[in-house]
């Protein structure tokens, strides 16, 4: 059965060397909060066009923390574009990347940026050890 965990996150982002000019590489660092309490870190690797509004990112961004009750870590795997301006994001759980009491974790991650601060909404089953 599905179940469903709100909240909210901050972010920050330290820049990283990279060896083409026009990628961006950085380490997103997270605090999250509500259904999904703990942290977060992520390796990004981003790029811009020369068309305004048109970039792509990717991301694997470890999460460790407790989520409605049950702790444990899990990967979540970006992949957003923008497309002169209109955007598509998918997060989804790596299948079989849960830990300790989140084995068996599956599920999407939603995340809306309006008004400056960072909302997600995370639909999730956790199956159990297999």
């Given at each position: 059965?599905?179940?469903?965990a709100t909240?909210?996150f901050?972010?920050?982002f330290?820049p ?12 997103v660092?997270?605090?999250i ?6 942290t977060?870190?992520a390796?990004m690797?981003?790029?811009g066009?020369p068309i ?8 694997i961004?470890?999460?460790t ?9 899990f990967?979540?795997?970006h992949y957003?574009?923008?497309?002169r301006?209109?955007?598509?994001l998918t ?5 079989d ?5 989140l ?5 999407t991650?939603?995340?809306d940026?309006?008004g400056g601060e ?8 956790v199956?159990?050890p297999?």
């Amino acid at each position: 059965m599905t179940e469903r965990a709100t909240g909210t996150f901050t972010t920050t982002f330290e820049p990283l060397p990279s060896s083409d000019e026009t990628l961006g590489r950085m380490i997103v660092s997270k605090t999250i909060e509500g259904g999904l309490r703990g942290t977060g870190r992520a390796e990004m690797l981003s790029v811009g066009t020369p068309i305004d509004g048109s970039a792509g990112y990717v991301a694997i961004d470890r999460i460790t923390g407790t989520l409605h009750g049950r702790s444990g870590s899990f990967v979540l795997q970006h992949y957003g574009l923008m497309d002169r301006g209109s955007g598509t994001l998918t997060v989804q759980v790596v299948p079989d990347s849960g830990t300790d009491e989140l084995t068996g974790l599956t599920g999407t991650f939603s995340i809306d940026n309006t008004g400056g601060e960072h909302h997600y909404v995370f639909d999730y089953d956790v199956a159990g050890p297999v």
